[in-house]
């Protein structure tokens, strides 16, 4: 590191930031209006500018039309295409997310402050479903690892605990006769899997910010666990002393584990995790693909299960 | 009724949607998981026409609307989609893969479910003409109750295959359970109780 290196550019002459952010936000309100135009759909979407990131995959991408068309998000009912469908009515600004439990800075923290000590960055991750089905998606995010640090953990903070927003006069799943799940959606990560570098909490996808259907404005992305662990429309994130029960270890403790760490050595109690169907690769003649322990992320973060049992933690 | 359409009709429309459905696979126009939504949607066929044929006997005796000459025709519908749902799972998605196969079928209780399922409806085929109603007599008519279980276990197999508890599976489940239950308890609400029978001097 150059230590005292006289800066090219003098102060005076940087944009400030303020005025920097309006730009963009100007610019991408007027995008999203002439897209929202010419497409009638994705309403809000807006450009996004992103660094491209080395943790991204070079594997062809999976079309945007099936990663903003089918994707689970229960909130808005339990069929693929239903987030598309009834996702329109949420409600994503003004957005703001609780931090609390063991941290030095708890408090209510609007999304956009949250933004504003960040930068984006594009990542491409391999995205797996606990159902036997994949996707590559072109995500834009930061690391999580940032907001844990600005919310200073105390040390006894061992998990963090997310939580969606529970709306349901926005959110049609929420309003369903039949209880789907027990809202809120719960989720949780052990501190060092929330501090990975591959960790990041998502406000965007394929060059724009999130459609609703997938967890806007902000999400996690998980990419070597299954996609159930990426809790969408993020309200709270608690620093936790115990291991958080999740929506889905509640709903069936036997099929759904803390961890879910994407393994083809561990089935799910009702079908096999050995092969998947990479969406969008080619009609009803696609092949199934294998898959791949820790979703072909095990060089990263095998090291974080050593000596553990992944059979008992599953 | 006045009229009632011919029996070939009903294969006509029934085969409708399979045709439908494979030709938009191979256009590639089934979304995003195309092999999926077809073996899907064939499973699901085979369990509406499961459901349609054990409705016959309940529409006939409480709406004494009689659609009997259409209920082999139904069945045989029925096992025709599940031969075709068994074959995409088979060829399309498991590639003919043997140890797989035989792995889901020993391991996955709702693949296990699925296979039995299909498994009582072939005998039922089998014997869905004239000459083997002729040639079982009595039996047949024991034989074809196979369908009962049949429809209990298929629609048990869609309900064990989702997450959760979404309403689709469990309607299924429920209109099965209805019109067995109908089977039941109509005939013990159409006995006279004992008293009646009594007071007419039995």
Same mark, same amino acid.
């Given at each position: 590191?150059?230590?005292?290196?006289?800066?090219?550019?003098?102060?005076?002459?940087?944009?400030?930031?303020?005025?920097?952010?309006?730009?963009?936000?100007?610019?991408?309100?007027?995008?999203?209006?002439?897209?929202?135009?010419?497409?009638?759909?994705?309403?809000?979407?807006?450009?996004?500018?992103?660094?491209?990131?080395?943790?991204?995959?070079?594997?062809?991408?999976?079309?945007?039309?099936?990663?903003?068309?089918?994707?689970?998000?229960?909130?808005?009912?339990?069929?693929?295409?239903?987030?598309?469908?009834?996702?329109?009515?949420?409600?994503?600004?003004?957005?703001?997310?609780?931090?609390?439990?063991?941290?030095?800075?708890?408090?209510?923290?609007?999304?956009?402050?949250?933004?504003?000590?960040?930068?984006?960055?594009?990542?491409?991750?391999?995205?797996r479903?606990?159902?036997?089905?994949s996707? $590559?998606?072109?995500?834009?995010?930061?690391?999580?690892?940032?907001? $844990?640090?600005?919310?200073?953990?105390?040390?006894?903070?061992?998990?963090?605990?997310?939580?969606?927003?529970?709306?349901?006069?926005?959110?049609?799943?929420?309003?369903?006769?039949?209880?789907?799940?027990?809202?809120?959606?719960?989720?949780?990560?052990?501190?060092?899997?929330?501090?990975?570098?591959?960790?990041?909490?998502?406000?965007?996808?394929?060059?724009?910010?999130?459609?609703?259907?997938?967890?806007?404005?902000?999400?996690?992305?998980?990419?070597?666990?299954?996609?159930?662990?990426?809790?969408?429309?993020?309200?709270?994130?608690?620093? $936790?002393?115990?291991?958080?029960?999740?929506?889905?270890?509640?709903?069936?403790?036997?099929?759904?584990?803390?961890?879910?760490?994407v393994n083809p050595?561990?089935?799910?109690?009702?079908?096999?995790q050995k092969t998947e169907?990479?969406?969008?690769?080619?009609?009803?003649?696609?092949?199934?693909r294998e898959t791949l322990?820790?979703n072909?992320?095990?060089?990263? $973060?095998?090291?974080?299960?050593?000596?553990?049992?992944?059979?008992?933690?599953? | 009724?006045?009229?009632?359409?011919?029996?070939?009709?009903?294969?006509?429309?029934?085969?409708?949607?399979?045709?439908?459905?494979?030709?938009?696979?191979?256009?590639?126009?089934?979304?995003?998981?195309?092999?999926?939504?077809?073996?899907?949607?064939?499973?699901?066929?085979?369990?509406?026409?499961?459901?349609?044929?054990?409705?016959?006997?309940?529409?006939?005796?409480?709406?004494?609307?009689?659609?009997?000459?259409?209920?082999?025709?139904?069945?045989?519908?029925?096992?025709?989609?599940?031969?075709?749902?068994?074959?995409?799972?088979?060829?399309?998605?498991?590639?003919?893969?043997?140890?797989?196969?035989?792995?889901?079928?020993?391991?996955?209780?709702?693949?296990?479910?699925?296979?039995?399922?299909?498994?009582?409806?072939?005998?039922?085929?089998?014997?869905?003409?004239?000459?083997?109603?002729?040639?079982?007599?009595?039996?047949?008519?024991?034989?074809?109750?196979?369908?009962?279980?049949?429809?209990?276990?298929?629609?048990?197999?869609?309900?064990?295959?989702?997450?959760?508890?979404?309403?689709?599976?469990?309607?299924?489940?429920?209109?099965?359970?209805?019109?067995?239950?109908?089977?039941?308890?109509?005939?013990?609400?159409?006995?006279?109780?004992?008293?009646?029978?009594?007071?007419?001097?039995?």
């Amino acid at each position: 590191m150059l230590i005292g290196r006289k800066a090219d550019i003098a102060p005076s002459e940087i944009t400030p930031r303020a005025v920097w952010l309006d730009r963009r936000r100007f610019l991408g309100a007027a995008g999203g209006l002439g897209a929202g135009l010419i497409l009638g759909g994705e309403a809000g979407a807006a450009p996004l500018q992103a660094a491209a990131s080395p943790l991204s995959t070079g594997e062809p991408k999976t079309p945007k039309e099936d990663v903003t068309s089918y994707n689970n998000f229960y909130e808005f009912g339990t069929g693929k295409s239903d987030p598309k469908a009834n996702a329109g009515s949420l409600t994503t600004s003004p957005w703001s997310i609780r931090i609390d439990g063991l941290v030095n800075k708890p408090g209510d923290y609007a999304l956009e402050d949250i933004l504003k000590g960040v930068s984006l960055e594009e990542r491409i991750y391999r995205m797996r479903c606990v159902e036997g089905w994949s996707m $590559v998606i072109p995500w834009i995010g930061f690391p999580l690892s940032e907001i $844990v640090r600005r919310a200073e953990p105390q040390g006894s903070a061992r998990y963090l605990r997310f939580e969606t927003l529970v709306r349901p006069a926005e959110m049609s799943g929420q309003r369903s006769i039949l209880p789907i799940l027990d809202w809120p959606y719960v989720e949780g990560l052990r501190m060092d899997e929330a501090m990975h570098p591959l960790t990041i909490l998502a406000t965007g996808l394929y060059g724009e910010t999130l459609p609703n259907q997938n967890g806007a404005p902000v999400r996690l992305v998980v990419p070597w666990k299954y996609g159930f662990k990426g809790v969408k429309s993020i309200v709270r994130i608690s620093f $936790v002393e115990a291991e958080p029960r999740t929506s889905w270890m509640t709903q069936s403790p036997r099929e759904y584990g803390f961890y879910a760490n994407v393994n083809p050595a561990v089935d799910h109690p009702r079908w096999s995790q050995k092969t998947e169907r990479r969406i969008g690769e080619g009609g009803i003649f696609v092949k199934r693909r294998e898959t791949l322990p820790f979703n072909g992320y095990a060089d990263q $973060v095998a090291g974080l299960y050593s000596g553990m049992d992944l059979r008992t933690f599953f | 009724m006045r009229f009632l359409p011919p029996v070939w009709l009903v294969y006509a429309l029934g085969f409708i949607p399979a045709v439908a459905y494979f030709a938009l696979g191979v256009m590639d126009r089934l979304g995003a998981d195309p092999q999926n939504v077809l073996e899907r949607a064939l499973g699901l066929w085979a369990l509406r026409f499961l459901v349609a044929g054990l409705a016959i006997t309940p529409l006939r005796r409480s709406l004494g609307l009689n659609l009997l000459r259409y209920r082999r025709s139904l069945g045989l519908l029925a096992f025709w989609y599940a031969c075709l749902h068994l074959s995409v799972y088979l060829v399309l998605d498991q590639g003919l893969d043997g140890a797989a196969i035989w792995a889901d079928i020993v391991k996955r209780p709702y693949i296990t479910i699925g296979m039995a399922a299909f498994a009582l409806l072939v005998p039922l085929a089998l014997t869905s003409n004239a000459f083997s109603i002729r040639r079982l007599g009595p039996g047949w008519t024991r034989l074809h109750r196979l369908v009962y279980p049949a429809a209990l276990l298929a629609a048990a197999h869609f309900v064990m295959l989702v997450k959760a508890w979404p309403p689709e599976p469990l309607v299924y489940l429920g209109l099965v359970v209805l019109l067995l239950a109908y089977r039941v308890v109509e005939p013990r609400l159409r006995r006279p109780s004992p008293r009646a029978r009594a007071a007419q001097g039995r």
